[in-house]
Each structure stands twice: as C-alpha cells, then as structure tokens.
C-alpha cells in the first residue's frame, strides 16, 4: 500500500485510512454493527497494509475506541491510531453533541482516549469540530502541551474553515486536516484542499464514499433510517442526481474492470493534495472491495469525463 507523510508529522500513513465511526454501534447512526466484524474488519485493514485507523470518543460513546483498542493489541506498531477531542456525550439521543475544546476538557478527554485506546500516546489527536466559545490560542496551546509530554504525537483539526486553520497555526504546531469531501461533495475543492496543499498539511478526507452512496448499491425505491436519513445527500431530488452520477460513473468503473467504489477511492486517492481518504468499512469484505480502489489509474480521457459527470 502506497504510503503518504502526514504533513510535516515526520508520520507516514497509507493512501487509505479506516474509519471507525460504525464501529461505535450506536442504532441511531449505522444502525447495529457487530463487534466481532468490526475488530475483523481493522484486522482486515492491517493485513491490506491499511495504518491509518480513524476514530472518535464520540463514536458509541466510548465504544469504537473501545474496539480500536482491542483490535490493535499486539499490532501497535503497525498503527497510526488518530483520534479526536472536544464534543461532548449527549445527554439524550435527540441532543447534537455539545462543543467544548476547552484546555481542561482536552487533557481529560485525552487521559480517557489513551485509556479506552489501550496505548500511552495517540500520533494523531484532532479536534472534532470548531468551538466558537474558547479561543484557538488556548486550544491549541493545549495541544501542543500534551505533544511535549509524549502523550500524542501530531495534531489535526476536523471541520474547519480555511479562516479558521490558518488562526490556528498561529498559536501552535498543526499536521492534519480531515474536511468532508467525496466525488458528490466537492467543496473543500474550491479553497480548503489547495490552502492545506500550499501549507504542507495532510488531507484526510471524510465520507469519501458519501456514506454508502458512491458503491452504486441505492436505488430511487430505498429508504433509510440510520444518519442517511438526516443527510441532504439521500433526500429528495439531490438524492436522485446523486443516483444518475453513480450510474454514469459506473460506466467508467466497468472499462477499468472495477467497481464504481473503487473508481471513487481512486479518484480521492490521486486528487492533488489528498494525502488519505477516511473510508467506513464495516465488514471486512467491504474493505477487501476498497483496497482494489488504489494500485491503478484512470487515463486523462476518463478523468476529463468525470469531470463532467460530477457538474451535472
Ligand atoms: N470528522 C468528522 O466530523 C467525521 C464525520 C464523518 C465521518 N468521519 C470519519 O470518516 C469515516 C468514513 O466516513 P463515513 O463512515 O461517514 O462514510 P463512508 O466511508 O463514505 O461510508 C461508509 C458506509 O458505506 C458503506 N460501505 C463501505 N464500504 C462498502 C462496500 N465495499 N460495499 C458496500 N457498502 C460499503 C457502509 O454502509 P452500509 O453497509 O451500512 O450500507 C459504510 O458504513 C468515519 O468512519 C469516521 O472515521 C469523520
């Protein structure tokens, strides 16, 4: 598996990462994840070569740390374990997860991570999303605090502006960026990924398979009830134009002998400036499929008409 460095981390990580948000199980998000599959699909990732594996306190609550931890024991080494800080746990499930990338709330959340994680330093910690109520100065200084202690070892932030990186790297060491960005949602085209390019900072892109969409398996007549039902992308007549690129992008897929999700790991994979796109394989077969998305490349005939396809 090809390997990438993480900014100027002094890491390298695959050119694809595992993401574990499923793994937390939770019947509001992906609906019931088997445990036993998870721990085998990260055993899976492994073996493919994967090091990057991406996780959250919030995911289950604690829980897909919790398999992360399980998963790694006696391969540590052969991880790159990424996780992240400053959302808190709801107090119902209806609650959005409260922010709070406060430097006391950091340092707790990080003593829990290390815990659940099962490991004595995090290489990548990130915070979740941006907290308009504690200043960047302290939040990052916090960071860069618990980097001197050992206690992780690069730094990232999720769901930033531009605006909001470039304040950050004012006040303290950043490695990595993890944006949304897949074939159907292109927005951290436009500015987020050529500032991270020009500024040496890793791209993690997350949803790279627009949750489930981009493997050509929905059609008009599904319905969801798991977080595809809340998401825009799955809703109405987005949800049909997002249908009709799929198929046309599976066209192409079929030239190359592949699938239409390998065409969309590829794709992410050689966008200039991705550095690893985050997939969330929940099954190991699922990941078998992913893994046959790098190792090969589309010709500039069929990136030219991907371009197209993508504005309809
Ligand atoms: N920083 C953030 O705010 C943030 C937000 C979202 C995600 N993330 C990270 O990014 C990771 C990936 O994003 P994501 O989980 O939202 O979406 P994703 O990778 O775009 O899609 C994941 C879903 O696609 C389906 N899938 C994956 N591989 C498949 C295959 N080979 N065949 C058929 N279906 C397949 C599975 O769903 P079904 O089997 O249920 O259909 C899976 O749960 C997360 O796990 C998390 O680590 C971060």
Redesign the pocket.
């Known amino acids: 598996m090809l390997r990438r460095p993480l900014g100027d981390s002094g890491l390298e990580v695959s050119a694809i990462a595992l993401?574990?948000?499923?793994a937390g199980g939770t019947v509001e998000t992906?609906?019931h994840v088997d445990d036993r599959e998870s721990v085998a699909t990260i055993h899976q990732a492994i073996d493919c070569g994967i090091n990057l594996i991406?996780?959250?306190p919030i995911y289950g609550l604690g829980h897909a740390e919790e398999i992360v931890g399980k998963a790694i024991r006696g391969r540590r080494d052969d991880v790159i374990l990424a996780t992240?800080c400053g959302l808190l746990f709801p107090r119902s499930k209806d609650e959005w997860p409260p922010r709070s990338l406060s430097p006391q709330r950091i340092v707790a959340e990080c003593e829990k991570s290390l815990r659940r994680l099962r490991t004595d330093v995090i290489d990548l910690y990130q915070c979740?999303?941006p907290d308009p109520e504690v200043p960047i100065r302290e939040t990052m200084e916090a960071l860069a605090h618990l980097r001197d202690q050992g206690k992780i070892r690069a730094i990232g932030v999720?769901?930033f502006s531009c605006e909001q990186i470039a304040l950050a790297r004012e006040f303290g060491p950043l490695h990595a960026v993890?944006p949304?960005f897949?074939m159907l949602h292109l927005r951290a085209a436009n500015d987020l990924i050529p500032y991270c390019q020009e500024s040496n900072l890793a791209v993690l892109p997350?949803?790279?398979?627009?949750?489930?969409l981009?493997?050509g398996?929905f059609t008009a007549q599904d319905t969801f009830e798991?977080v595809r039902a809340r998401d825009p992308e799955f809703l109405g007549n987005r949800y049909l134009r997002n249908l009709r690129v799929v198929e046309r992008l599976s066209e192409i897929a079929s030239r190359y002998d592949k699938t239409v999700?390998q065409l969309a790991i590829n794709w992410t994979v050689d966008y200039p400036g991705v550095t690893a796109p985050?997939?969330?394989?929940?099954r190991p077969s699922?990941l078998l499929?992913?893994v046959g998305g790098v190792g090969w490349s589309l010709s500039d005939g069929d990136r030219a008409e991907i371009d197209t396809i993508l504005r309809i």
């Open positions: 993401g574990t948000w499923a992906w609906g991406d996780t959250a992240k979740h999303w999720s769901n993890q949304p897949s997350y949803s790279s398979l627009s949750k489930g981009l493997t398996k798991d999700a985050l997939v969330g394989a929940k699922q499929e992913i």
